[in-house]
C-alpha cells in the first residue's frame, strides 16, 4: 500500500505561483507512474499532469507551459510548480499514485485563484 500526503494548496492572486508537494510512503522509483488530477466544483476530476518512473511527463493542454512536474528520489516526493495561475485554475488537487496497478490517492489540497 502507498500512503501519499500532499501540501502546498492555498491562495493566490491571478498570476501568481505555488508549488505543490506529494510525499508518498513508497519509493518513488518504484512506482509506475505518479501525478496530479484536479477538481472543480461541479466538475469532472481531470488530469493535470503526470510523472512516470522513466521520467516523461505529460501536462492537460489546459495548464501546459504554465506548469511541470518533477519528482525527488531522495525525498520520495513528486512537486507540481505552477505558474501564471488563472482562476480557472480553482480547484482541488490530487495526487496519486499507479503502483502494482493500483491507484492510490491522497486527500486533496484547496488551491484558489482569485481574480
Known amino acids: 500500500q502507498v500512503h501519499l500526503s500532499e501540501s502546498g494548496g492555498g491562495l493566490v492572486q491571478a498570476g501568481g505561483s505555488l508549488s505543490l508537494s506529494c510525499a508518498a510512503t513508497?519509493?518513488?522509483?518504484?512506482?509506475?507512474?505518479m501525478g496530479w488530477y484536479r477538481q472543480a466544483p461541479g466538475k469532472q476530476r481531470e488530469l493535470v499532469a503526470v510523472?512516470?518512473?522513466?521520467?516523461?511527463?505529460n501536462y492537460a493542454a489546459s495548464v501546459k507551459g504554465r506548469v511541470t512536474i518533477s519528482g525527488d528520489t531522495a525525498k520520495n516526493t513528486v512537486y507540481l510548480q505552477m505558474n501564471s495561475l488563472r482562476p480557472e485554475d480553482t480547484a482541488v488537487y490530487y495526487c496519486?499514485?499507479?503502483?502494482?496497478?493500483?491507484?492510490?490517492w491522497g486527500q486533496g489540497t484547496q488551491v484558489t485563484v482569485s481574480s
Open positions: 510523472l512516470s518512473r522513466g521520467g516523461g511527463t
Open positions: 513508497e519509493h518513488i522509483s518504484n512506482i509506475n507512474a
Open positions: 496519486y499514485a499507479d503502483w502494482r496497478q493500483i491507484l492510490y
